[in-house]
């Protein structure tokens, strides 16, 4: 089979190598993966010059969505023929997270990743893949869908005719429009990009903040919300952005901080936050019940991840280029036929 591996660190050393298939051990379920979604996580992890701990090469990326073509001994989870997703964090089932030597081991990082044609898992690793969704776009749930529903489901979901607000439009703020818009929440969206505001309007949002145009965009939602505020803010920027949240944040409203665009540093005002007792919650994607309620959902909402484009296997250098480029929604790679 054909796979994805980094031997030493930076990008310009990933390599599609050729090695066995895996037979699945007691307990593990080989799985022919079908679609893997990208994250901007995948580029940090990736572009890294830190030095690599592991003699064994890293396998990237987390989101796969495929089928069990074979069990090991003692498996009942998951059948041969099912479709299936694989859990970001597939240690942490439910509950709290669950750390390991300080950070929740995931695929493509702690845990081998999936961008490959066979993967073999713990059955444990594996959640039944949405019915009403192809693979390409099943692909996209157990990151950037699963961190949208924890930031809006987990803490206290929004009420209809609450207002939530979402920064830019990769996956995870689609999914936010898209989710929060279902629950009868008004969203507002802020992009850079005139085309990509109006885009997500068609998703569902109610409105959109051009934030070169408006960089005080806290001022936009204010202005919007008649003083009051978002009671939800979906925080992918980080960095002196969070101090624009803090401002625009609802008393008893809730910051669900996601994002390092602008680096793992983040500032803020105190007073505002002291002020509105307001929340910030700090979300690592989900734990498998999540992904679970997730995938339900889906299928009952008959919600459509929005994809922006697909590559093949052999093209993952091309999709990563393209994520650096800032799709609307998710890129993902076809495995196989």
Not at 59 to 84: C, F, H, L, N, Y
Not at 179 to 204: F, N, P, Q, W, Y
Not at 225 to 248: F, K, M
Request: aromatic fraction near 4%; include cysteine; glycine fraction near 12%.
């Amino acid at each position: 089979m054909k796979r994805w591996e980094l031997r030493e660190p930076g990008r310009a050393n990933l390599k599609l190598t050729s090695v066995a298939i895996p037979t699945p051990k007691p307990g593990e379920a080989l799985v022919r993966v079908r679609a893997v979604s990208l994250n901007y996580r995948d580029k940090l992890i990736l572009d890294s010059t830190a030095p690599r701990a592991s003699r064994e090469p890293l396998v990237p990326t987390s989101d796969m969505a495929g089928e069990v073509v074979a069990t090991g001994e003692g498996v009942t989870r998951v059948r041969k023929g099912e479709r299936v997703l694989a859990a970001f964090s597939p240690l942490w089932v439910d509950g709290p997270p669950v750390r390991v030597d300080g950070v929740i081991p995931s695929l493509g990082g702690a845990l081998p990743g999936v961008l490959s044609e066979y993967v073999a898992v713990p059955e444990s690793w594996l959640v039944a893949a949405p019915r009403t969704l192809d693979d390409v776009k099943a692909s996209t749930l157990p990151c950037a869908g699963l961190t949208a529903w924890t930031a809006l489901m987990e803490h206290g979901a929004p009420r209809p005719g609450q207002t939530v607000v979402t920064q830019g439009t990769g996956g995870v703020s689609l999914f936010a429009v898209q989710l929060a818009s279902a629950l009868g929440a008004r969203v507002i969206v802020t992009s850079g990009d005139e085309e990509k505001l109006a885009r997500a309007k068609a998703l569902g949002a109610a409105h959109g903040i051009h934030r070169r145009q408006t960089p005080d965009w806290e001022q936009a939602v204010l202005e919007l919300t008649g003083g009051r505020g978002a009671d939800v803010i979906l925080e992918v920027v980080g960095g002196d952005n969070l101090g624009h949240s803090v401002r625009a944040l609802a008393s008893g409203g809730r910051i669900a901080l996601i994002g390092v665009l602008e680096g793992f540093e983040v500032r803020f005002p105190a007073v505002p936050l002291f002020q509105t007792h307001g929340i910030i919650q700090g979300v690592m994607v989900g734990h498998r019940r999540g992904l679970e309620e997730l995938v339900r959902a889906v299928d009952t909402l008959r919600l459509e991840p929005v994809v922006d484009a697909t590559y093949a296997l052999d093209a993952f250098p091309q999709a990563l280029e393209h994520l650096d480029r800032g799709p609307f929604g998710k890129v993902v790679v076809r495995v196989g036929a």
